[in-house]
Nanobody, 121 residues
Framework: QVQLVESGGGLVQAGGSLGLSCAAS????????MNWYRQAPGKQRELVAG???????NYADSVKGRFTISRDNAKKTVYLQMNSLKPEDTGVYYC???????????????WGQGTQVTVSS
């Protein structure tokens, strides 16, 4: 069984920084893309940043220049460094990964449990 376990998050003042990490465990043959999503109260979950196994990245326009996604393939871990945080960055941040867990050709989508990030003004 594959699990994604997030750590980090918390409360920070506007302009501050926080780091998130997400480690994948279980029977894993390969990990394709790893993403960070967030969901603010009353809003839909949105993609914040993503990174492929080769290191190509993409970001939501709202976080470009402030957030950095990275991954350690050996540790099966993805990170999100968040700088210059704004109150509108507040929400529950979810780790997502597309993983092959059976050695075949299929990949499945997995989610972490979410971690709260609160940015005070």
């Amino acid at each position: 069984q594959v699990q994604l376990v997030e750590s980090g998050g918390g409360l920070v003042q506007a302009g501050g920084s926080l780091g998130l990490s997400c480690a994948a465990s279980g029977t894993i043959f390969s990990i394709n893309v790893m993403n960070w999503y967030r969901q603010a109260p009353g809003k839909q979950r949105e993609l914040v940043a993503g990174i492929t196994s080769g290191g190509s990245t993409n970001y939501a326009d709202s976080v470009k220049g402030r957030f950095t996604i990275s991954r350690d393939n050996a540790k099966k871990t993805v990170y999100l460094q968040m700088n210059s945080l704004k109150p509108e960055d507040t929400g529950v941040y979810y780790c997502n990964a597309v993983i092959n867990s059976n050695g075949g050709r299929s990949f499945n989508n997995y989610w972490g449990q979410g971690t709260q990030v609160t940015v005070s003004s």
